[in-house]
């Protein structure tokens, strides 16, 4: 799978190329906003690396513009800026994570091949329809229709749209969510947040995502308490 790094700090771009590549990653590299946007049109991307304090077309602005025409890439952003608006900003663009320097090259790699894996998932298989009012999701061509209009969903926002309506009625808790969605045990919870609004936006007044005040989210009426907060 063929992955873009997009950082103006060679040091950053070497060491995290190496990582990818003991993961047996094809890795594409950049130096800045105009190269990285030439590699996104050239390239067929799985994923795509992006710093947030690049030369311009920063990363928010490429992700903002990757999103316009294409939900398929996954898109991380690294920034130095650790404030959560600034964070929230750079997942309301449309990035599937958001990862603050300093960071471990390592929890990155390990990012990348959580997104990856499912990406990576085959869409042959026995995997049944999910459907709630007029949604309608199918999990092994990663497929997602309202009142069967197709819905452009990135990675993670298909995930966890799975994710809710095979467990309907249940509440998860973020942590919960970034766990059982995201594959982590760790990480930022406002991803989650911005993720569900996201969905929302998406899917419109066909959505069935409740906030469970104190506790987290779920997919239709609760019938009784899950997840803690």
Same mark, same amino acid.
């Given at each position: 799978?063929r992955v ?5 700090d060679?040091v950053?771009?070497?060491?995290v190329r190496?990582y990818?590549?003991?993961?047996g990653?094809?890795?594409?590299e950049?130096a *800045? %906003? ?5 590699? =996104?049109?050239?390239?067929? =991307? !799985? =994923?795509?690396? =992006?710093d947030?304090?690049m030369?311009?077309?920063?990363g928010?602005? &490429? ?6 025409? !294409?939900q *398929?890439v996954?898109?991380?952003? &690294?920034?130095?800026? @650790? ?7 750079g997942l309301?663009a449309?990035?599937?994570d958001y ?6 090259p390592?929890?990155?790699?390990? #990012?990348?091949?959580a997104?990856l ?8 298989g026995a ?5 709630? %009012?007029?949604?309608e999701?199918h999990?092994g061509?990663r497929?997602?229709?309202?009142d %069967?209009?197709?819905?452009e969903?990135?990675a993670?926002?298909? !995930?966890l &749209?799975?994710f809710?309506l095979a ?6 808790? #973020?942590?919960?969510?970034l766990?059982?969605?995201w594959?982590?045990?760790?990480? !930022? ?8 609004k996201?969905? #929302?936006?998406? &899917?419109?007044a066909?959505h @069935?995502?409740?906030?469970?005040? @104190?506790h987290?989210?779920a997919w239709? #009426?609760?019938t009784?308490?899950?997840?803690g907060?």
């Amino acid at each position: 799978m063929r992955v873009l790094i997009a950082d103006d700090d060679p040091v950053v771009r070497e060491v995290v190329r190496r990582y990818l590549e003991r993961d047996g990653l094809t890795v594409v590299e950049a130096a *800045d %906003g105009p190269t990285a946007a030439k590699a =996104l049109a050239k390239h067929d =991307l !799985d =994923l795509a690396v =992006l710093d947030v304090m690049m030369p311009p077309p920063d990363g928010i602005e &490429l992700c903002r513009t990757v999103r316009a025409v !294409d939900q *398929d890439v996954a898109i991380i952003l &690294l920034t130095a800026l @650790g404030e959560e608006e600034d964070r929230v900003i750079g997942l309301s663009a449309g990035a599937d994570d958001y990862l603050t320097k300093p960071f471990s090259p390592r929890e990155l790699a390990l #990012r990348v091949a959580a997104v990856l894996r499912r990406i990576r998932q085959p869409a042959a298989g026995a995997q049944p329809v999910l459907r709630s %009012g007029a949604i309608e999701v199918h999990p092994g061509a990663r497929t997602a229709r309202v009142d %069967g209009v197709p819905v452009e969903l990135t990675a993670r926002e298909f !995930d966890l &749209l799975a994710f809710l309506l095979a467990n309907q009625q249940r509440v998860f808790s #973020r942590s919960e969510l970034l766990a059982q969605v995201w594959g982590w045990n760790f990480g !930022d919870q406002s991803t989650v947040t911005v993720h569900i609004k996201r969905l #929302r936006a998406k &899917l419109g007044a066909a959505h @069935g995502i409740d906030t469970v005040w @104190g506790h987290g989210y779920a997919w239709g #009426r609760v019938t009784a308490k899950g997840a803690g907060a």
